[in-house]
């Protein structure tokens, strides 16, 4: 059997760190004893993209796999991404974005990036005052577009962060991409816990949009916990703020071209810069 993007659970984490039976130990040893063989790639933004400073570290992750009779290996390439991409979402680098509190605990080691460099990523940083104004995102996205017009050759994803709307987004950046496909699957935004708010109307929960974005190219937009474990030539991630919680998943997904949209709350502009080209809105 094989499993790909093995979540582990918060309380699961919770339980590794405090020494206590996991389910996620428990599935293992339930796995192998019903499989005579089994390879599971367990969920990167389980292990390196929180940054609440609880989550339990690489020994007691490797400890876990181990007793319940498997091997460990950590796979050391990242072949996804182009270098510029992947040095710019290291765990050594969203540190550095941060204030002093808050850093990301290094449950996994970094991988390394192909030798493609590709382009420098760009943030799009606005005010503040304007979270939540789906004008103002709206504009970003196109003064992104200005000054790189070229992705509108490529299949693009455009990715709602927690907070952020996709149905609102939409009117706002909708003659900008006239071929666009919208997947919100009837959820109005996520939560900063994560927690999807739906709404009555499901006017953009036709996974057909999804299909024909997968055949045909063009521009999807969605929420970037719809999108896990998926990948982009372009992406473009439209958040409040970088916030405290797996800040590496969704800006992953660009394989070549990545935008981040992000309020400056918990932001070091001088420090960003190092890895982003930088708009400031």
């Known amino acids: 059997m094989i499993i790909d993007e093995m979540h582990i659970s918060k309380e699961d984490k919770r339980k590794i760190r405090n020494g206590e039976r996991s389910e996620f130990a428990e599935l293992l040893e339930y796995l192998r004893g019903k499989c005579d063989k089994t390879v599971i790639v367990v ?10 400073g609880k989550d339990m570290t690489n020994d007691q ?8 009779g498997y091997k460990f290996v950590t ?16 765990a050594h680098s969203i540190n550095s974005y941060y204030p002093d509190s808050g850093k990301i605990p290094q449950s996994i080691a970094d991988g390394h990036s192909s030798t ?9 940083i606005y005010n503040i005052s304007d979270v ?60 900063y816990k994560n927690t999807p708010e739906y709404r009555d109307n499901a ?4 996974e057909n949009a999804v299909i024909r974005w ?35 998943s969704p800006l992953t997904r660009g394989v070549a071209n990545l935008c981040l949209i992000i309020g400056e709350r918990l932001i070091k502009r001088d420090r960003i810069k190092n890895n982003f080209n930088i708009i400031n809105f």
């Open 214 to 248: 997968l055949e045909e190219g063009g521009t999807l937009l969605t929420h970037a916990d719809i999108f896990r474990g998926c990948e982009a030539e372009s992406v473009i991630v439209v958040c409040s703020g970088m916030g405290f919680y797996r800040p590496r």
């Open 61 to 68: 992750l490797t400890g876990v796999i181990q007793s319940s």
């Open 116 to 124: 493609v460099t590709g382009h420098k990523p760009t943030a799009v």
């Open 75 to 90: 796979l050391d390439k990242v072949m996804r991404n182009t270098s510029n991409i992947t040095n710019s979402v290291t």
């Open 203 to 206: 006017d953009n929960s036709d």
């Open 43 to 52: 969920s990167s933004s389980s292990v390196s993209d929180y940054s609440s």
């Open 132 to 191: 939540g104004n789906y004008s103002v995102l709206g504009q970003c996205v196109r003064r992104y577009l200005d000054d790189n017009p070229h992705i509108l050759n490529t299949r693009l994803a455009i990715l709602c962060e927690r907070e952020i709307s996709v149905r609102k987004l939409q009117p706002e950046i909708s003659s900008l991409f006239p071929d666009m496909k919208c997947y919100d699957a009837g959820i109005e935004k996520f939560d």
